[in-house]
């Protein structure tokens, strides 16, 4: 196919998104025939789940010390928000639809067509004349992975993205060595959780030396009710080499909460670079309050060689409860941490959302941009931690985080933690509260604009140095989500 | 009986026994009266909250964990050794009272003409005299948490000042109060200070603590201010404890419509300090500075909290906290800002810069914010540096030594903030108190 006919394509499902209503466009439901398991959570469970997916004996071992360990903690109530209780043996742990050819489930061609359409309708086109270039996208359905594209062309130069199922069939070598180096099982309540029942995820290998010729995405689709989705994602970069991966979410408008526990482990060997960006436009419930996701996500990336580099870029506008602090562990000498991070509230939205950065190396940086918006009843926090270890010398932090008020029944609120154990570091944080400038408006407006334009326009300026970080597709996606958001919230 | 609900280890501790012990003789006399009361029901809260443990969020970096092992014995009343020090602190043409171990030392103090619409009694005539005053600013505070150690300053508070200032009266002259502890032993010291501010008011605090270099305490002085409409308070706690001491204190301020609290605290004693000072808006229109400086050295720890709460709309709030540790020093920052849903148009800034000298040192700084209002401007930021290279090597270019350069610039870094001090007559002061912390320096 002629290149431009492609990026037709993909203009147009941009498009879409602009054009859409101001209702959550992601709120339908597959209606498709699944293969789950009874709802409750005990050893019997995990068995179950490791069964299904075939895995050798080492795995299951790791899940049931991560759920004897799970059921020591209790569950952490200190973040920002209040939240009805979860029962976690109302779950289905694992909820995967059948493959109507009767062949194994993460092969798109034996996939039943109603997936694929699925997807399709998601904007993410997975069948082999319609997808994207230049990017390879693995799609998780439910517990599930239902295809990976692009693996034979990634494989040419040794780049390995599979699903995490894939991975521990193919390279148990791997993810043996990877898997909970980075936040371990015993990390916390949900991480533990997760340890116990992730059913899928993906996993990236970049070997020495290698720029990932695509960008690596995963899109998550939490469809049928009733369950929760666990998914784990590791990406190990090694030395000297590059990767960019995208993450993007949905799930079907529900009345009841649905969990997901999520955690995302990153590795950089020396000089490595991982970048890494997530829109997550998860169910975030309607006017009331009722229904949308919990997200409950565990993201932590680790330079564990020199000069390597970790960003994460996050666009954080869906969820009825965000409780995420993707962090960095800077141990390498001279690595680099970024965050950048916009977080938009509506409805009766709650996000409690940040980062964590510890310096361990010498001449460790880190950066953070953290962006929060909120608007009707919502409640949008900002919890940082920066942590210079007496190892590191010179170690040098900018934090900034901004927030911005739209109504008057909403909070902002920042809970910076710094702390200092050298006396080589150099920091600085500011942060800024304030409402969206009346002057501003006018003067937009004075120019022409409508309202909500002008607000869309300021909103973007404000966001800016975050969106610059995200990759084309998605900053341009991400400020059309941004605009749908908004509308009817202000004015 | 009393409830206990502390843990067990808590309960034993010879602290609480200590608490237990003394209130009980302090309410003996007159257990019906409305003093004796207050103490007991203080006691009650104090009991049941303990001493605060790290595992608390908001005493996550001060640990007191040390207190609980030091058996405290009561103050021995009477002489102090080191006049010459407090002497240089008192100037003849000022109100001032000197407490020696909670006890007023007439001889030291001065209290000649009062100026007109001024009360100051010592706060053992107050709480029989002017109970109903004390009495209705303690129910404002009703539904407000009462930490546990303003509970123990209650509980314990025997003596200290009570500063009365009639509407529309301004009192020029500085009023200080001077906390001198000199123990052999380890004792428990709580100086209690209330101030009220009527109409149109405006007076100068000043309110100082210093210690005897080897005197091993625990001072938990307690400071209730009170401020009328469109009263004017400039206020300012020095603490220069002595370098074994432990200081908790507590600084609660109330403000009405149109008032300004104009505070300054200076923390460079002690071997453990925590100062806390909550500022609580509630009229429209109010001003609050809370500007501070910490200095320590060796192995001394300090911890600032403050608290904005901005209840009423259209009011403004600044603050900034300098400090410099030194050796391998401990220091802490948190501040708290609030603003309610009503009250738009609040204008708050917050800065808290930190100059770490010392190899060893480490700084938690926590600047918080939590904003339910829309049309406010808050902003607040922190920074954690070392002296500037260049303005170092700029100064050694001049024929300047690099010990006297950095003395120069920990000597500017200082002063920008003592300068904002409305009074120079307090400047003085802060700056001989500030002595030690420079000449550490070398």
Known sequence: ?491 | MLTISTKEKEKTSPLITAVQKYTVELTKSSAASWSSQLRQKSLNNFLTLGVPTIKNEDWKYTNLSALSSINFKPIAQGKFSFQADVKRLIKADEITLVFVNGLLEENLSNLGAMPKGLSLLSLKKALAERQTEIENLLKKYEGVFEPAFISLNRALASDGAFIHIADKTHVEKVIHIIHVTQTAEPALTTPATYIFLGKSAEATVLETHVGYADSVYLAAPLTEVSLGQNAVLHYCKAQSESLKAYHVGNTRVWQERDSHFDGFALMNGGDITRNDLDIISNGEGTSSTMNGFYGVNGKQFVDNHSSMDHRQPNCTSNQLYKGILNGSSNASFNGKIFVRQIAQKTNSYQLNKNLVLGADCKVNTKPQLEIFADDVKCTHGATIGQMNEEEIFYLQSRCISKKTAIKLLAHGFVGDIITKIHNPSIQDKLNILLEPTFAALE
Request: charged fraction near 25%; hydrophobic fraction near 35%; include cysteine.
């Open chain 1, 1 to 491: 196919m002629p290149k431009g006919e492609e990026k037709a394509l993909n203009e147009k499902t941009i498009q879409e998104n602009a054009l859409s209503s101001r209702d959550y466009k992601y709120g339908f439901y597959t209606d498709i025939e699944v293969d789950r398991i009874p709802k409750g959570l005990n050893e019997e469970t995990i068995r179950l789940i490791s069964t299904k997916k075939h895995e050798p004996e080492w795995m299951y071992e790791w899940r049931l010390k991560a759920f004897r360990h799970w059921k020591t903690l209790t569950e952490p109530h200190w973040a920002n928000f209040e939240y009805g209780p979860i029962d976690y043996q109302a779950l289905s742990y694992y909820t995967a639809p059948k493959s109507k050819k009767g062949g194994p489930i993460g092969n798109i061609d034996t996939t039943d067509p109603e997936l694929i359409k699925t997807f399709e309708k998601l904007g993410i086109p997975l069948s082999e004349q319609k997808r994207l270039t230049g990017v390879a996208v693995d799609a998780v359905f439910d517990s599930v992975s239902v295809g990976t594209t692009h693996q034979a062309e990634l494989a040419k130069v040794g780049v390995i993205f599979c699903s995490m199922t894939e991975a521990i069939e193919q390279h148990p070598e791997l993810v043996k060595k990877y898997m909970g180096s980075v936040v371990p099982y015993s990390d916390n309540f949900f991480a533990a959780l997760n340890a116990a029942v992730f059913s899928d995820g993906s996993f990236c290998y970049i070997p020495k030396g290698v720029k990932c010729p695509l960008e690596l995405s995963t899109y998550f689709r939490i469809n049928a009710a009733e369950s929760g989705q666990f998914e784990r994602t590791l990406i190990v970069a090694e030395e000297g080499s590059y990767v960019s991966y995208l993450e993007g979410c949905t799930a079907p408008m529900r009345d009841e909460n649905q969990l997901h526990a999520a955690v995302v482990e990153l590795v950089a060997l020396d000089n490595a670079e991982i970048k890494y960006s997530t829109v997550q436009n998860w169910y975030s419930g309607d006017k009331a309050g009722k229904g949308g996701i919990y997200n409950f996500v565990t993201k932590r990336g680790k330079c564990a060689g020199k000069n390597s580099k970790i960003s994460w870029t996050q666009v954080e506008a869906g969820s009825a409860i965000t409780w995420k602090y993707p962090s960095v562990i800077l141990q390498g000498d001279n690595s680099v941490g970024k965050f950048y991070s916009v977080a938009l509230t509506n409805n009766r939205m709650q996000a409690d959302t940040g980062t964590k950065m510890i310096h361990i190396g010498k001449n460790t940086k880190s950066t953070v941009v953290s962006k929060g918006i909120s608007t009707d009843e919502s409640n949008n926090s900002y919890r940082g931690m920066i942590k210079i270890m007496p190892s590191a010398e010179g170690a040098r932090n900018f934090s900034q985080c901004d927030s911005m008020l739209i109504g008057n029944k909403c909070s902002a609120n920042t809970f910076p933690y710094i702390e200092v154990k050298n006396n080589s570091a150099v920091l600085e944080h500011e942060a800024s509260t304030s409402k969206i400038n009346a002057d501003q408006i006018f003067y937009l407006q004075s120019r022409g604009l409508d309202l909500e334009g002008a607000i869309s326009l300021i909103i973007n300026g404000f966001c800016k140095d975050v969106f610059k970080e995200l990759p084309m597709e998605f900053a341009v996606e991400a400020v059309k989500l941004l605009e749908m958001k908004l509308e009817g919230s202000v004015g």
